[in-house]
């Protein structure tokens, strides 16, 4: 259920929505990441056990 928020309403709910963008870019961002480095390390450990 959610409170009237009279005139504030659209600031209020904006904010909401910019804050809730951001948080899913940056999960997005991080899981990305994740996934690059993980291949960089993979690899990095295929090359080392390569070599020796």
């Not at 910019?18 to 997005?28: H, R």
């Not at 991080?30 to 020796?52: P, T």
Request: charged share 25%.
């Amino acid at each position: 259920m959610m409170p009237e928020l009279g005139k504030y309403a659209a600031t209020v709910l904006s904010a909401y929505g910019i804050s809730l963008g951001l948080l899913a870019w940056l999960i997005l961002q991080s899981l990305w990441k994740s996934r690059r480095m993980k291949r960089k390390l993979d690899a990095a450990e295929a090359r080392r056990q390569r070599n020796g």
